[in-house]
């Protein structure tokens, strides 16, 4: 068993899959800082200081020293039910993002690539008269001259 695990370790694809779930881990945080501290800000600044990461409705019982409190974290982390729209449309902001850079990512690469060469098509296959005529003049040129 331990020999069948190393043999599909050592694959190349499952290599391939560890360091693209790493490199894409890295690059979702990126993307993730973007968002949240790039692009979020603007929309917000756009919108008049909308912030859409603390959009929430309280839809639980707030303890007492978190009573009128506006903090969507410490409401979440104290287990109050928050339906927290802000958080996700921050999220799927990044999404979008994520997507849009994926695809020009993709798009790029396929740019680069040489595209493949398309085989030659193949030529049809003789009528049968012709290949009937070509035996028939190579039969012709094998005999002796008279």
Request: hydrophobic residues 55%.
């Amino acid at each position: 068993m331990f020999k069948e695990f190393k043999a599909f370790i050592a694959r190349g694809n499952v290599l391939d899959l560890a360091v693209a779930v790493i490199i894409g881990a890295a690059f979702g945080k990126i993307v993730s800082s973007l968002t949240d501290d790039i692009i979020m800000p603007v929309i917000g600044k756009i919108t008049g200081g909308l912030d859409f990461s603390s959009h929430f409705l309280i839809l639980g019982k707030v303890p007492a020293e978190l009573a009128g409190s506006s903090d969507y974290a410490a409401l979440k982390k104290a287990g109050v039910a928050v339906f927290g729209y802000g958080a996700f449309i921050t999220a799927a902001v990044n999404f979008v993002i994520l997507a849009f850079i994926i695809f020009l990512l993709v798009r790029s690469v396929h740019k680069l690539m040489d595209k493949p060469q398309e085989p030659a098509a193949e030529a049809p296959p003789e009528p049968a008269d012709i290949a009937l005529l070509r035996e028939i003049r190579d039969e012709l040129k094998k005999r002796p001259t008279v």
